[in-house]
């Protein structure tokens, strides 16, 4: 742990350019939270403090913050806005003793990683800065603070768009808003802001004037790429920033040995895991905690959240959510896979199958057509297209087993609860009600009758009746 660290991230903004009831740091990115991102930075940094500050949806907000972080400090921002009151009161919740580093971080920049952060702050460090300043250098810096450099290259100030002049509008260095500071600097100077300004704001950037002016040494040190420290402010940024970190993962993925045919197609959250010589098809969602084992082919046109994948097993046009899928068995196309389902090794789920709650045997098939929801089946069976387990009775589900190496006849029914026992057969159609013993053959079929004639004296002059007088007439007797 860096004793001499203490990271604080605001969290209190409302995002209203989000146009969302969401609080803008909840927004999903990547399968966590954007705020979760910014954590997961801070937990890397190893700080012997994390305070997080609150405000807009407080609840909701600090929930997602203990859940990534449960030893972060949460505080409250009062009534009086701005960055400079939320660092202020921030750093009351700090020990009065800490005289080590503050790292102050937003929560809605979530590309920004530790790597670069420790960089930055090693240079805070070893210049023995009252203050650093992260900067970046944007082709278009619209709307953003410049860093004012002095003629030796030296940081001067940092200037508002607003306030600033031609000249210092056209510089492309922008003020990034994150800032490391010597705690007793940082302290000393945020009793001197005041909210006399047009926003009645207390601004963490007059700290940097307020350090300048007192002689302290502030520096700008520009980070490598400008969208590590791009912010998300709307639904436009939030999706740039989605392609971006997707890029960066599928990326890792490839350099660890994973075969993905087409990046721009394929999207993999942070907490999925696959193994070495996995192959992902192009228009492949996996997210949540997947994990995927090596040899798998998974897509195209798959989603996978929170399932399992054996080694060498096959998954394609399939969605899948919280399903296990075991080694070499297959799966779709155009297969649905509820909560639930378990795929033993070598089985099958094959074309329109929906699954839930359904517990597969190894080598057993379910090829095509069919509904299997609240039951088990044992080893080797095999269930005949378009077979239909009736699990609900208007009131309650029940559930259905059925034993190894039985065969099901096609456009089956089995309402539960039935048991069929090992090696039992049923017939095509057959309407399963009760229990069937082991290596018995449950057939309920009518015997079939045939009406001759009913369709021309039933339905005279259609197109079948035409049809079906023809017929006759060609297979009479021949002529004289």
């Known amino acids: ?169 056209a510089i492309d260095e922008i003020n990034a808003g994150i800032y490391a500071f010597g705690a007793s600097a940082l302290r000393d100077q945020l009793a001197n802001l005041t909210t006399e300004n047009s926003q009645g704001e207390k601004y963490l950037t007059d700290v940097i004037g307020l350090l300048r002016s007192a002689g302290s040494e502030v520096e700008a040190v520009p980070v490598s790429e400008p969208w590590l420290v791009a912010g998300i402010n709307d639904r436009a940024q939030l999706s740039e920033t989605a392609a971006r970190l997707n890029a960066l993962i599928v990326r890792g993925w490839q350099l660890n040995g994973v075969t993905i045919d087409d990046p721009a197609t394929t999207w993999i959250d942070l907490a999925v895991r696959i193994e070495p010589d996995v192959t992902i098809r192009p228009g492949t969602q996996l997210k949540g905690a997947t994990v995927i084992a090596s040899g798998a082919v998974i897509g195209p046109d798959t989603t996978l959240v929170d399932c399992e994948i054996g080694e060498n097993a096959t998954v394609k046009r399939t969605d899948a959510t919280l399903s296990v899928i075991g080694a070499g068995a297959s799966v779709g196309p155009f297969a649905y896979l509820r909560a639930g389902t378990v795929l033993g090794a070598d089985g099958k789920i094959g074309t329109f199958v929906e699954t839930k709650n359904a517990k597969i045997g190894e080598g057993s098939k379910v090829p095509h057509l069919s509904y299997v929801g609240d039951a088990t089946i044992g080893e080797g069976s095999n269930i005949g297209a378009g077979s239909i387990f009736a699990n609900y009775d208007g009131v309650n589900k029940h559930s259905s087993e059925i034993g190894s190496q039985v065969r099901t006849g096609s456009h089956g029914v089995f309402v539960a609860p039935v048991r069929i026992g090992d090696g039992a057969y049923t017939g095509a159609g057959t309407v399963v009600r009760k229990d069937i013993p082991a290596g018995a053959l449950a057939v309920n079929v009518a015997p079939q009758r045939n009406i001759e004639g009913w369709v021309e004296k039933h339905r005279p002059g259609t197109a079948s009746a035409q049809a079906a007088t023809a017929a006759g007439e060609a297979s009479g007797p021949a002529a004289d």
């Open 1 to 169: 742990m860096d004793h001499n660290l203490a990271i604080i991230i605001l969290a209190a903004g409302q995002g209203t350019r989000m146009k969302s009831a969401t609080p803008k740091l909840l927004h999903p990115l990547a399968g966590a939270p954007i705020v979760a991102h910014v954590l997961a930075t801070a937990r890397a940094l190893d700080a012997a403090h994390v305070v997080a500050v609150v405000r807009h949806e407080r609840d909701r907000v600090a929930e997602a913050v203990e859940a990534e972080f449960p030893g972060a400090a949460i505080v409250d921002q009062d009534e009086i806005p701005g960055t400079g009151r939320a660092v202020e009161q921030a750093m009351a919740a700090l020990p009065a003793d800490f005289a080590g580093e503050v790292l102050v971080l937003n929560g809605d920049v979530p590309l920004l990683d530790a790597e670069t952060l420790t960089r930055f702050l090693e240079r805070h460090r070893s210049r023995a800065a009252a203050a650093s300043v992260l900067s970046a250098v944007y082709d278009d810096p619209s709307g953003y603070g410049r860093v004012v450099r002095d003629t030796a290259g030296a940081f001067d100030r940092i200037v508002e768009q607003k306030d600033a002049s031609d000249d210092e509008r």
